[in-house]
Nanobody, 123 residues
Framework: VQLQASGGGLVQAGGSLRLSCATS????????MGWFRQAPGKERELIVY????????YYAESMKDRFTVSRDNAKNTVYLQISSLKSEDTAVYYC?????????????????WGQGTQVTVSS
């Protein structure tokens, strides 16, 4: 099982990014996926969870407005679109595969993680 997050970079405030999480080694549609982020000195937090089919999503309350998740199971890839970037969005962004039926906000629900992609927003 491999998860490869990409698409991060240095972007000006107000800009947009689309992050990708390419997966391999398993059937993507069988698993829910989460996007998390971890800012310097802070705990890793859930941004959004998407079910295996993609029909249902759960966004953290503070992430509902500017973050959009999608998935293309045929391409084995999950995406995270971020718009109107702010300096406080600077963080490492991770994708993860939910393998345990714990609360989707719990890191322990996810058995496999990508390596993370750095997003830096300049003001």
């Amino acid at each position: 099982v491999q998860l490869q997050a990409s698409g991060g970079g240095l972007v000006q405030a107000g800009g947009s990014l689309r992050l990708s999480c390419a997966t391999s080694g398993y059937i993507l549609s069988n698993y829910g996926m989460g996007w998390f982020r971890q800012a310097p000195g802070k705990e890793r937090e859930l941004i959004v969870y998407i079910t295996g089919s993609g029909v249902s999503t759960y966004y953290a309350e503070s992430m509902k407005d500017r973050f959009t998740v999608s998935r293309d199971n045929a391409k084995n890839t999950v995406y995270l679109q971020i718009s109107s970037l702010k300096s406080e969005d600077t963080a490492v962004y991770y994708c993860a595969r939910r393998t345990v039926n714990y609360d989707i906000k719990s890191l322990q629900a996810y058995g496999d993680w990508g390596q993370g992609t750095q997003v830096t927003v300049s003001s």
